[in-house]
């Protein structure tokens, strides 16, 4: 009976203990602080893609896997669900508004905003019929892996050349290797071989890989090669340098907690056109950057990867911890990290309440027009391959000073949409690229395009002609660009009309950060607030193919949800504000002087008063 | 907190204006009734415009104080408007409109300041009750008798003085915080002395025409 008893309670806790045990996480050995603040050293073996220990002297010699080589000691699963990796994931957070990946076209006239992430203004990739394939080829350059074969999605032709060029899994070492030999442009040509198995390994400075999987069969097993019929084709192999291996086979990898700046701007840099007479060298960096600190230091996190973005309010949408306090406000309110609290003498609190930090202090220092700006993601730039001529698309323009949703100015960078649609609903629904290529494809000029990889001279004519195409294959056919719906009547007449599906796509912008002394109102009032300057009243590039409409801009209060004559005279008010200041501080000494007069009488006769008693 | 204040400070001087003039009704054949009140607003707001017993010194200060009068109406409606009925900071064209009429104020105070001073001295027979007290202590002589009009007077006197001292802090709190002096906690500190010295001087200011209106009556 007791045996019995002892027996069932301890079932009964086994019961309850086990699915606790199941739920609670692993912590890896590389995810498990010791205390030390020293750097781990990364002497280990490398493994590929299917678990085998990677040696110079194989016969097969493969790439070697982030996820087979790193996921033993650190959650890959994980760490795929940061910010980086994880906007195809349905469940992630969009956040605020943020550079998409532009996709462009110039022979059809497409430049398109496209994001996997939820974002107003953004299309998802599969509208215009970019599969994941697709987009790995498109953008890959710039990605850092973890997105993988769409099985849905892909035709079985796509299927098949996934399986020959391997998923593009996460590259650690994008962010994480320290080693300068590290080329990041040498992993966008993998890419662009479809190598994307091979791409990461072919980025470290101990391997290089030749090949190319796009020159492969589709029957092409990369893991049991056959010998190729054509003698031209190289087969993919991989040659690792003897010497980075140790006796026991393992490789010294200059892995680094905080990613140095350097790749991060492989991604992330941008740099402003139209000045040919200023080079990068005569500009300054971010002040943070100029006083010590690295990118990291504020876009920090943990081993979820759920990187800081840093923007006001990312607390109530981040699930890391930090999100609140490292934000410009964040660091420069409780002094993190040496920062000093601003004094903003002069300015009206009112300031802070409509203007987000950066209106004054980030990006390009706003000039009568806006400037055309190159970024790293939208333009290729850090690749071999990298169109290097000012003009070429896509064509984005900064900054601008718009309405975020919070309701606060900030400076944004900004393009404006220009593609092939139909209409539905109501609604701008992308045309399939193929479709426009075939429609568009002799009429734009038979898709030549310029060197420059700047717009083709598009004609009102040829859009009317690429519609009346378009309109046996899609209802309602569509052109965006220029912020207008360009669409056929009854009588198949081209007309344009101003409509919210062919609205710029703005971003907002925190970089450069600028200091106190050369940010907007530094130089007063006026920085702002007169009937000239461009924080109000700047010109916004509208850029367009159509030839009619190349010039064309829009002021920047439109941007701004403030009604232009307002705007206009307020900033004109404030010429009659010196003398305001030197009417109401002539009222003050003169009220002051008589306050001053009747006190000191009635001073007197008091001591008047008192006198007479005296005596 | 600004608005619940001003609210509440509206409402306490309002009502204590109707009770005084419920407990102290006007004598003689001059009441309370709106058609009076009508009437004298007509009178000030028409003052210009009447063949006048006055010298030229005596128009301007009149055209004077009813610039004045209407200034301070114009900045108290636009100034009180959105942060008592909407909640908001003081904004857009009413800004501008606030923006404006404040300098003509300023001025007028100033000059109506060096024009009534001497009228609203204090004198001796304005607080018998302190000399009451000075007689006690160093046996000044002083005159004993008050009447309510003289109390009137007094403090219609009171709420002139407090109306001018008040009106430097308004100012002030404004045009220095157009200089690059103040920081922002600074600058919410003048924000806050402008939104409560403003209160401050609109409330004395209506006792003081209350209290004109009512000497005018009698």
Known sequence: ?615 | MFRVISITGFIVVFASLAFHCLVFPVSGKHKWGPVAILKKLVHLLTIILLPQQLSLLGVLRKLLYLLTLLCFLVLVLTGFYRPLVMDEHLSGYLLMIHATFAPVFAICVAILAVMWAHHNRFKAADWPWLLRVLRRFIHMKTADKQDEGEQSCLIQKIAFWLIIFLTLPVILSIVLGMFPIFGTHGQEVLLNLHRYSTLALTLTAIIHIYLIIRIQMK
């Open chain 1, 1 to 615: 009976m007791r045996k019995g008893l002892i027996l069932t309670g301890t079932l009964f806790w086994l019961a309850l203990a086990i699915p606790t045990f199941a739920a609670s996480d692993k912590i890896l050995l590389g995810d498990m602080q010791d205390g030390s603040l020293a750097q781990p050293v990364h002497l280990i073996n490398l493994f590929d893609e299917e678990g085998q220990r990677i040696s110079p002297d194989d016969e097969l010699v493969l790439p070697f896997s982030m996820r087979g080589s790193c996921a033993d000691c650190h959650d890959y699963d994980k760490i795929s669900k940061g910010r980086h990796f994880n906007a195809v994931l349905p469940d992630a957070e969009a956040g605020r508004l943020g550079q998409p990946w532009i996709y462009v076209d110039a022979a059809t006239a497409t430049q398109i905003p496209l994001s996997y992430r939820p974002w107003e203004g953004t299309y998802n990739p599969r509208q215009i019929g970019l599969t994941r394939w697709k987009f790995i080829k498109s953008f890959g350059r710039q990605l850092p892996g973890g997105i993988g074969e769409d099985t849905d999605a892909e035709s079985p032709d796509l299927q098949a050349r996934w399986t020959v060029s391997g998923e593009l899994e996460i590259n650690c070492l994008a962010c994480h290797d320290g080693d300068p030999g590290h080329d990041r442009a040498e992993y966008a040509t993998q890419i662009v071989r479809e190598n994307f198995r091979w791409a990461a390994t072919a980025a470290c400075s101990f391997a290089s890989v030749k090949g190319s999987a796009q020159k492969m069969p589709e029957t092409y097993d990369p893991f049991m090669p056959e010998i190729l019929d054509d003698p031209k084709l190289i087969p993919l192999t991989v040659n690792y340098q003897e010497s980075a291996f140790d006796n026991n086979k393992r490789v010294l990898l200059d892995i680094v907690k905080k990613a140095p700046d350097y790749r991060c701007y492989f991604c992330h840099s941008n740099v402003k056109l139209q000045e040919p007479d200023i080079q990068h060298w005569m500009t300054d960096q971010d002040v943070h950057l100029a006083a010590g600190l690295t990118c990291v230091d504020c876009h920090r996190n943990g081993l979820d990867h759920e990187i800081v973005r840093g923007y006001e309010n990312e607390a109530s949408v981040s699930t890391n911890p930090l999100a609140a306090s490292s934000s410009c406000k964040g660091c420069h309110t409780d002094g993190r990290l040496g920062a000093s609290e601003p004094k903003h003498a002069g300015i009206p609190p009112v300031h802070f309440e409509r203007l987000s930090c950066t209106a004054c202090h980030s990006g390009l220092m706003p000039q009568q027009k806006t400037q055309r700006i190159k970024t790293s993601r939208a333009h290729g730039l850090g690749t071999h391959s990298v169109n290097r001529s000012a003009d070429a698309l896509p064509h984005i323009v900064s900054p601008v000073f718009a309405k975020q949703p919070d309701g606060k100015i900030a400076p944004h960078n900004l393009i404006w949409p220009a593609f092939w649609g139909s209409l539905k609903d109501g609604d701008v629904v992308p045309i399939a690229l193929e479709l426009v290529g075939k429609a568009a494809g002799k009429i734009l000029d038979g898709g030549k395009v310029s060197r420059s990889g700047d717009w083709p001279d598009l004609t009102a004519e040829q859009i009317t002609k690429v519609l009346v195409v378009l309109k046996n294959t899609v209802e309602k056919p569509v052109y965006i660009c220029a912020g207008k719906v360009y669409s056929l009547d009854n009588k198949d007449q081209l007309t344009d009309t101003q409509d919210c599906a062919a609205k710029p796509y703005l971003w907002p912008i925190a970089h450069d950060v600028r200091p106190a002394a050369q940010s907007l109102g530094s130089g007063g009032c006026s920085d702002c607030h007169t009937t000239d300057k461009p924080f109000f009243f700047g010109r916004v590039d509208v850029d367009s193919p159509l030839v009619s409409e190349a010039a064309s801009t829009k002021e920047m209060v439109e941007f701004q949800g403030l009604r232009p004559f307002y705007t206009k005279a307020f900033a004109f008010s404030f010429v009659f504000r010196p003398w305001l200041k030197i009417v109401s501080l002539v009222s003050c000494l003169l009220i002051a002087g008589v306050l001053l007069l009747y006190a000191l009488k009635a001073l007197g006769s008091v001591v008047k008063v008192l006198s007479e008693e005296e005596k």
